[in-house]
């Protein structure tokens, strides 16, 4: 555990507001696996600092599986039923097993990514999460920034909650 100091706090309010903005130009209800793993990898360094962790340590990873992960292992599974097991199967089972897996395949394909992956929309709303945790921290004045560090560091956070609500307002 790391003590959260201002310098670094400062850096994280410049941190949500970059990540808010980098977010919005992604396609709300897909899966990006690269925003994925960045926000996984930003998630287990603020849950190294001792004031976060107690706020946002129940915060889960994001899953960067795609629409097209799901459909490659339907797929993987289809070809070894068809080919491996129904030499032992018969015509019919095999026919049938082939039939339910083409079935999955094109249900999965309908299915939302939000059921499997985490979505930008879901990623959007972990990391506004942050923003106000670190609001709340801030308007407490735990950090005890000067005037002109509070207002840079308050705008910062302004600005990440503001874009973070109007992407979220926008998907619905």
């Not at 705008?155 to 619905?172: F, G, K, S, T």
Request: proline residues 2%; hydrophobic residues 50%.
């Amino acid at each position: 555990m790391a003590d959260l100091t201002r310098k670094e706090f400062y850096q994280l309010a410049i941190e949500c507001r970059e990540t808010a903005l980098d977010l919005a130009r992604n396609d709300q209800h897909r899966v990006v696996p690269a925003q994925c793993r960045t926000f996984n990898a930003w998630l287990r360094k603020l849950q190294g600092y001792d004031r976060l962790r107690a706020r946002i340590g129940d915060l889960t990873p994001a899953r960067p599986i795609t629409r097209w992960h799901m459909m490659g292992v339907v797929a993987v599974l289809w070809f070894l039923v068809v080919f491996l097991v129904g030499q032992e199967l018969g015509e019919a089972s095999r026919r049938a097993m082939g039939f339910v897996l083409a079935g999955a395949l094109i249900l999965i394909y309908f299915l939302p990514e939000r059921l499997y992956g985490t979505t930008i929309e879901l990623l959007e709303g972990k990391v506004l999460r942050v923003v106000e945790t670190m609001e709340q921290i801030l308007l407490a004045e735990e950090m005890q920034f000067t005037e002109a560090a509070f207002f840079q560091v308050k705008e910062n956070l302004q600005v990440a909650h503001h874009e973070l609500r109007e992407q979220i307002r926008l998907v619905h």
